[in-house]
């Protein structure tokens, strides 16, 4: 019979594995269309516990902060941008200021004043 060897960590799993993904669907464009919005709508901070110590955060109105519209699949391009990309753009930054008023009538926190 095979061993199997020693049990994961619990703490690799949570800052290796679950970070990623989060920053994953918080930071790509498609994901963020479909799951982040509601995140970074809705969410002050995600806290991700092992063993209940706390080993990785997110602050969500920290990364909405900082983000910003990005032409293709990950990485800003060089290329022109044309009348889809702007309109794409003006949905995304519309989109971003309605998710900062939101986060603001519920009371979730923003690191600094978004106008």
């Known amino acids: ?12 799993l949570a800052v290796d594995v679950l970070s990623w ?9 498609q994901l963020v269309e479909v799951y982040g919005r ?24 920290e990364i909405l902060a900082q983000l910003t519209f990005r032409k293709g699949l990950s990485t800003a391009s060089t290329e022109g941008v044309g009348s889809d990309d702007k309109q794409r753009c003006l ?3 519309n989109w971003k200021h309605a998710a900062v008023e939101r986060r603001r009538a519920l009371g979730l926190p923003m690191p600094y004043e978004i106008v």
């Open 38 to 61: 509601t995140v970074y709508e809705q969410v002050g901070l995600i806290s991700v516990d092992s063993d209940a110590e706390t080993v990785y955060e997110l602050n969500i109105g």
């Open 91 to 93: 949905e995304f930054w």
């Open 21 to 29: 993904w989060l920053l994953r669907i918080l930071t790509k464009r």
């Open 1 to 12: 019979m095979e061993e199997i060897g020693e049990p994961m960590d619990p703490k690799w």
